[in-house]
């Protein structure tokens, strides 16, 4: 069975300071892995997706995440965070093979960013 | 703006009511789904279409609930006798149906608050 874990449910940086918002994936089969954000009273965005191509993966407003298969873990980061990056952030799982490939969402990561 | 769309964006009733959302997907766009989403947490799968067909269903999905999508194109959810437990958000998606992985398209979601 697949499954999400986000192990913070609120990060606070200041603006200017790196961002990582950690996440590890329990998958039997090859995993696609997401990362979306949701901003105050707006729809999920995709931000960045892991497709086996490369392992570090860049994505929209600087945001990049590594695939760890080890360690399954799929980390995003940011070197310096900016105060629209104040969201909530979710990683995503879903079974390439074996699922019609409905997502498996993580509980979600609030970040709140510091002036 | 050619994203998915949902309506109403907001829907407030009494227990033990009927409500019938509506989705309108990425046009061309084979799969649509149907996630819930409560507060403080992230989304859960409910259902998927295949175009007309709908090919999954998660166990949230009672037999209160039902979904269709006549004819592969917009999609609505209903909900018959509402409680207070179904209060959520209600999230569309679309993806292309192409390749392996997955990348879906959401919309702003419909949020149901029942009294």
């Known amino acids: 069975a697949q499954s999400v874990t986000q192990l913070d449910s609120h990060v606070s940086v200041s603006e200017g300071t790196p961002v990582l918002l950690r996440c590890n994936y329990s998958s039997s089969y090859s995993p696609s892995l997401f990362w979306y954000v949701q901003h105050p009273n707006k729809g999920l965005q995709l931000l960045l997706k892991y497709t086996s191509a490369a392992t570090l993966v860049k994505g929209i407003n600087g945001f990049e995440a590594e695939f760890k298969k080890s360690e399954t873990s799929f980390h995003l980061t940011k070197p310096s965070a900016h105060m629209s990056d104040a969201a909530e952030y979710f990683c995503v799982v879903s079974e390439r093979i074996r699922s019609q490939g409905n997502l498996i969402f993580g509980k979600g990561t609030k970040l709140s960013v510091k002036p | 703006d050619t994203g998915v769309s949902q309506d109403p964006r907001h829907k407030i009733t009494k227990r033990g009511q009927n409500v019938t959302f509506r989705c309108d997907p990425i046009?061309?766009?084979?799969?649509l789904y149907w996630y819930r989403q409560t507060l403080g947490q992230g989304p859960e799968f409910l259902t998927y279409?295949?175009?007309?067909?709908?090919?999954?269903k998660s166990r949230l999905l009672s037999d209160r609930f039902s979904a269709e999508r006549p004819k592969g194109s917009f999609s609505t959810l209903e909900i018959q006798r509402t409680e207070q437990g179904d209060s959520a958000m209600y999230l569309c998606a679309s993806s292309p149906g192409q390749g392996l992985y997955n990348e879906q398209f959401f919309g702003p979601g419909t949020r149901l608050t029942v009294l």
């Open positions: 046009s061309e766009h084979n799969r």
């Open positions: 279409f295949q175009n007309e067909a709908q090919l999954e």
